[in-house]
Structure formats: C-alpha cells, structure tokens
C-alpha cells in the first residue's frame, strides 16, 4: 500500500491503517469479555484500549462524539483531546464497543467503531434519539424519505432496485416505540431483521444488502450513533436522513448549546460528516458483515472494514496477529 501523503484530500493516507489498529485494540479488548455478563466492564476495557492506541496517532484529535460528556466519561467524553498533538487537526466519532449488551450476552455484531473527519466536519450532536431512515449505495439521490411513510419508501426502493417489495428486507431495532413501525412495514409485505442492540451496524449493513440481506434502516436510534453511521455511508455513498427528537425544553436548550438552532432540521449524510472522511470497524462477536475475534493458542485474527470517502475505497482486513504482547 502506498502511504505516502495524500495532496489532493485533507486527510493524510496513513491513516487508513493507523485507524484500523486504534479499532482491532479496543475490539480485541471487548473481546476478552464476551459473554461474561458484564457490559460496564467490557465497555470500560474497550475504551481505555481505544484511547491508547489513539494517543500514540500523529495527529491533533477532538472527540466530538464520545462516550459522553465530560461530567459522565472519565476518558473519551465529548471535547477530549487526543493523539500526540502533532499532525492534522480532526474530529473523531467513536464507539470503543458499540453493542455493550450484545458483547455481553455474545451474540452477533458487537463492533469497535471510530470516524475520523477533517476539523469542524463531524455534527456535534447531543446524546438524544434520532429518527433515521438510511439505505445503501446505487440508487437516485433523494429515493428515501423520513417524511414519507413506510410503504412509499419501501415501493420506491423496490422499484428502483427492480424487485418486489416482498424481496425487500428491513432492519429496524426490536423496542416497543417500534411497535407501530413494525406493523407498518409487515402490512407491505416486506421482510424485517430485528436487531437487539447496535444501530451503527444496522445502517452499516444496508451498505453491502448483497452480504448481509438488509436493504433499508429504519426507526430511532441514538443521535452519536446516527453520526458515526453518517460517516460510513458518506464513504460508500450511500443514502441517510436523521432528525434529532428533540421533545423536551431540556433537549432543545442542549442541542442548541451544541449549536443546533433548527430542531426539526433533517440531516442527510452529508450534512452529518462532511469531507473527507475515514471510518472504520473490527467485529467484536460474529456478524452479518465482519467476524468476531478470534483467539488462538499463539495468535489473535481480527477482521475490519476500513472506509473512506475521498477515493471511496472499501477495504477489508483480515489480520493475524502473532505478537500477543501488543495487546
């Protein structure tokens, strides 16, 4: 791989595989924990690997979607400054183990998860819930709709994907306020993919519907999560909208702290992470789209995607890892 500087974007090359390792660390971390039952213990051990394995990049990082504000996160809280302060200036997204309930209880697609963006191009978005509706790359620009209803957005993706809408597949997370929109799309006639827990990999999934049999994402999730799923379709080029929920005096006076002066404004990917960006996951446990950590008696594989929107290049990395130490 050629990893001299990149001149024609704002991100240097090398970081494509310097950000692969910040995420096999923190998703070999979590790793050590599946199934125990535990999910503070399996996040904690999962950002504190992160975190160091982000303070050794050159580069100037702000965390501006983290793992909470600093009030609430001893490491990685929104604002935090990382990296070793030489290099690009950048915003991170970043999820050390994003599905802490499913790297718990050790089923699929718990993934380590971070974007990288040039300064000021990652949504400083609150910690509330998003409506979001998110397919994946191929179709007309403005084919989805988070105004429309479920049924027009499903016929017009069957539509242009030349199928019926019964040959359409959509993930939506399994919560009681998803009761309604469960119906909704089963009264089509399409199929859905329930998840417990993990929407960055929900919408992630709709990027590859070939691999991973889901076509669309739909329903609400976490803002910080949008934001994060945001950044891997601007690198494949697939479509997203999101509109924060913003329900309560509370909320709205916080996203506006954060600069958000429009409450009910939609934000498409683009708008969510803009220019160029990396992004890039490890599987934690088994999943439609990456493998889980594998540890050997003298050896640990781990298997990432590792994306970026400036060349939209799609990498996978199916890595052996014989120096246990480094771990």
Do not use: W
């Amino acid at each position: 791989m050629n990893i001299a500087q990149d001149i024609t974007a704002g991100l240097d090359r090398i970081l494509t595989m310097e950000v692969v390792r910040v995420t096999e660390r923190a998703a070999v971390a979590a790793a050590r924990l599946r199934g125990r039952g535990d999910e503070k213990a399996a996040d904690q051990v999962a950002v504190d690997a992160m975190r160091q394995e982000l303070n050794r990049l050159a580069i100037q990082g702000t965390v501006v979607i983290g793992e909470g504000e600093r009030d609430e996160a001893p490491m990685l809280y929104i604002g935090e400054e990382v990296g070793t302060g030489k290099g690009p200036a950048v915003d991170i997204a970043l999820d050390p183990l994003e599905g802490t309930t499913i790297c718990a209880k050790n089923l699929p697609n718990a993934l380590a998860v971070i974007a990288i963006a040039e300064k000021g191009s990652l949504l400083f978005a609150p910690d509330v819930y998003m409506d979001k509706i998110a397919i994946g790359p191929g179709y007309p620009e403005g084919l989805i709709d988070i105004d429309a209803s479920p049924a027009e957005n499903l016929a017009n993706l069957a539509k242009a994907k030349g199928v019926a809408v019964s040959d359409i597949t959509a993930c939506i997370l399994d919560r009681p306020r998803h009761a309604k929109l469960i119906d909704a799309v089963r009264a089509t006639g399409a199929a859905i993919r329930l998840i417990g827990d993990g929407d960055v990999a929900g919408v992630i999934h709709t990027t590859d519907p070939d691999e991973t049999g889901i076509d669309i994402y739909l329903g609400t999730g976490g803002a910080p999560e949008g934001v994060l799923a945001a950044a891997a379709l601007r690198c494949t080029g697939g479509q997203m909208q999101g509109r924060l929920i913003l329900d309560t005096p509370e909320k709205v006076a916080r996203a506006h702290k954060m600069g958000i002066s429009d409450p009910k404004r939609i934000y498409r990917a683009q708008d969510m992470a803009r220019g160029d960006v990396l992004f890039a996951a490890t599987g934690v446990t088994d999943g439609n789209l990456l493998d889980g950590v594998k540890f050997g008696r003298t050896f640990i594989t781990t298997h990432t995607i590792v994306l970026r929107s400036s060349s939209r290049t799609v990498r996978e990395i199916k890595a052996r890892h014989q120096d246990l130490d480094k771990f």
